[in-house]
C-alpha cells in the first residue's frame, strides 16, 4: 500500500515523448532486441512501437493496463533501487487514460496472439489474432480527450525533435538493441544492434564526424587503490561541431550531461580548434562509486565528480593521447 502511495505521485504522461519513453522502456524490459518506434505528427497523432520481447499473455493483458500492477515493484526497499522512472507500474494505466491505445501482443509459448482495443481505460475489444513474438502498442491522438493538456504541447516540430533526442540517447545506451526509428514515413535513424559501439556511431553521428572517429587507447589511474578509466571514440582535429550534441559521455555505462566534462574535453582541444567549434566523441569513463554522486532526472541525468582534478587530468591525457593518430 505504502509503496504504491510513494509512487502514485506525479504524472506520467506529460507530452508524447513520455509516452515514447514509456513504451520503449517497456520493451527494453521485455529483453527486445529489435524496437521500431514511428511517430507522426510529433506524436501527436500516432506513436507506435513494435518489439520483439516477450509479449503479455492474453489473460494478463487487462491487469497490464490497471494503475500500479507493475510486475517489478514487490518491496519498499525496492524503491530505493529504482533508477528509472518507468518502473513504477502505471504507465500504460496512463496511457490508456489519455488515448485510445491498440495492441497485438503474442508471448513464445501462446499459439496465437491476442489483439486489444483500449478507449477511456476500458478494454473495449479483445480477440486473439495471428501476429509475430512480441508486442505493438499504438498510440491514436494523445490527449485529444483533454484540450488542456493539448494545448500546453509545443509544435510538431519540438514535440519530434524531443523524440529524436530522446531515441537517439537510447540507441547509443542500449548498443545490443536494433533500433529503428520512423517520423512521418521518414526513416531517421537504424541501428544493428550488433554491440559495437563504432558501428552506432556510423549510423547515428553525421558520416563526415563518424568517419573522422577513431577508438582511443584507454587510460586509467589508481585513486587509493582503485582504477579509474576513460576508452571510447574522438574525432580528429578537423571534425568540430557548432555545438556540443555529438559529445557523448557515458559514467560507468549511464549516459550522463556534463557541462564540467565538456569543458575539459574543450579545453584539450583548444590549441588546434578554430574558435567556436566543439570537440566530438563518446566517452567513456569508469569510475568508483565513491567518487561520484549521480542524479537522475527524467530529462537527464547528470553527474558529480567528488574529486574534479582526477578527471580533469585523466581526461586530458587520454585526449592528448590519441588526439594525432591517422584515420582511415
Ligand atoms: P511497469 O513497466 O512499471 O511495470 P507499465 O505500465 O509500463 O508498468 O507496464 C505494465 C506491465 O505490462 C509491465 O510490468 C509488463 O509486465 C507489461 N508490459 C508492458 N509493455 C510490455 C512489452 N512491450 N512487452 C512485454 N510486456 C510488457
Ligand atoms: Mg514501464
Not at 518491496?75 to 518502473?87: A, N, P, T, V, Y
Given at each position: 500500500?505504502?509503496v504504491i502511495?510513494?509512487?502514485?505521485?506525479?504524472?506520467?504522461?506529460?507530452?508524447?515523448?513520455?509516452?515514447?519513453?514509456e513504451?520503449?522502456?517497456?520493451?527494453?524490459?521485455?529483453?527486445?532486441?529489435?524496437i521500431?518506434?514511428?511517430?507522426s505528427?510529433?506524436?501527436k497523432?500516432?506513436?507506435?512501437?513494435?518489439?520483439?520481447?516477450m509479449?503479455?499473455?492474453a489473460?494478463?493483458l487487462?491487469t497490464?493496463?490497471?494503475?500500479?500492477?507493475?510486475?517489478k515493484?514487490r518491496?519498499?526497499?525496492?524503491?530505493e533501487?529504482?533508477?528509472?522512472?518507468?518502473?513504477?507500474?502505471?504507465?500504460?494505466?496512463?496511457?490508456?487514460?489519455?488515448?485510445?491505445?491498440?495492441?497485438?501482443t503474442?508471448?513464445?509459448?501462446?499459439?496465437?496472439?491476442?489483439?486489444?482495443?483500449?478507449?477511456?481505460?476500458?478494454?473495449?475489444?479483445?480477440?486473439p489474432?495471428?501476429?509475430?513474438?512480441?508486442?505493438?502498442?499504438?498510440?491514436?491522438?494523445?490527449?485529444?480527450?483533454?484540450p488542456a493538456?493539448?494545448?500546453?504541447?509545443k509544435?510538431?516540430?519540438?514535440?519530434?525533435?524531443?523524440?529524436?533526442?530522446?531515441?537517439?540517447?537510447m540507441?547509443?545506451s542500449?548498443?545490443?538493441?536494433?533500433?529503428q526509428y520512423?517520423?512521418?514515413n521518414?526513416?531517421?535513424?537504424?541501428?544493428?544492434?550488433d554491440?559495437?559501439?563504432?558501428?552506432v556511431?556510423?549510423?547515428i553521428?553525421?558520416?563526415?564526424?563518424s568517419?573522422?572517429?577513431?577508438?582511443?587507447?584507454?587510460?586509467?589511474?589508481?585513486?587509493?587503490?582503485?582504477?579509474?578509466?576513460?576508452?571510447?571514440?574522438i574525432?580528429?582535429?578537423h571534425?568540430?561541431?557548432?555545438?556540443?550534441?555529438?559529445?557523448?559521455?557515458?559514467?560507468?555505462?549511464?549516459?550522463v550531461k556534463?557541462?564540467?566534462?565538456?569543458?575539459?574535453?574543450e579545453?584539450?582541444?583548444?590549441?588546434?580548434?578554430m574558435?567556436?567549434?566543439?570537440p566530438?566523441g563518446?566517452?567513456y569513463?569508469?569510475i568508483?562509486?565513491?567518487?561520484?554522486?549521480v542524479n537522475?532526472?527524467?530529462?537527464?541525468?547528470?553527474?558529480?565528480f567528488?574529486?574534479?582534478?582526477?578527471?580533469?587530468d585523466?581526461?586530458?591525457?587520454?585526449?592528448?593521447?590519441?588526439?594525432?593518430q591517422?584515420?582511415?
Amino acid at each position: 500500500q505504502n509503496v504504491i502511495n510513494q509512487i502514485a505521485a506525479g504524472e506520467v504522461i506529460e507530452a508524447p515523448h513520455s509516452a515514447v519513453k514509456e513504451l520503449v522502456e517497456n520493451a527494453i524490459d521485455a529483453e527486445s532486441t529489435e524496437i521500431r518506434i514511428e511517430i507522426s505528427k510529433g506524436g501527436k497523432e500516432l506513436i507506435k512501437v513494435t518489439d520483439n520481447g516477450m509479449g503479455i499473455a492474453a489473460e494478463e493483458l487487462r491487469t497490464a493496463f490497471l494503475p500500479h500492477t507493475t510486475s517489478k515493484l514487490r518491496k519498499l526497499e525496492d524503491l530505493e533501487k529504482i533508477e528509472s522512472l518507468g518502473f513504477r507500474g502505471e504507465a500504460l494505466a496512463s496511457i490508456v487514460s489519455v488515448s485510445k491505445v491498440e495492441i497485438y501482443t503474442k508471448t513464445n509459448e501462446s499459439e496465437v496472439g491476442v489483439y486489444g482495443v483500449f478507449e477511456e481505460g476500458n478494454l473495449i475489444n479483445c480477440k486473439p489474432m495471428g501476429c509475430p513474438n512480441g508486442t505493438t502498442i499504438i498510440i491514436h491522438n494523445l490527449f485529444s480527450k483533454t484540450p488542456a493538456r493539448l494545448k500546453y504541447l509545443k509544435s510538431d516540430g519540438v514535440e519530434s525533435s524531443k523524440i529524436t533526442e530522446l531515441i537517439t540517447r537510447m540507441a547509443l545506451s542500449k548498443i545490443n538493441i536494433a533500433f529503428q526509428y520512423v517520423n512521418n514515413n521518414n526513416i531517421m535513424l537504424t541501428t544493428r544492434g550488433d554491440n559495437s559501439i563504432q558501428s552506432v556511431v556510423e549510423t547515428i553521428f553525421p558520416r563526415e564526424l563518424s568517419s573522422s572517429m577513431i577508438a582511443g587507447k584507454e587510460v586509467d589511474v589508481l585513486n587509493h587503490g582503485e582504477k579509474i578509466s576513460i576508452t571510447g571514440l574522438i574525432g580528429q582535429p578537423h571534425a568540430t561541431r557548432g555545438n556540443r550534441s555529438y559529445q557523448v559521455f557515458f559514467v560507468n555505462n549511464r549516459l550522463v550531461k556534463s557541462n564540467f566534462l565538456s569543458k575539459i574535453f574543450e579545453a584539450a582541444y583548444k590549441d588546434s580548434l578554430m574558435i567556436n567549434r566543439y570537440p566530438v566523441g563518446i566517452l567513456y569513463f569508469s569510475i568508483p562509486s565513491t567518487l561520484i554522486d549521480v542524479n537522475v532526472h527524467p530529462a537527464k541525468t547528470t553527474v558529480k565528480f567528488f574529486d574534479e582534478k582526477i578527471i580533469a587530468d585523466l581526461f586530458t591525457e587520454f585526449v592528448q593521447t590519441n588526439l594525432f593518430q591517422q584515420t582511415n
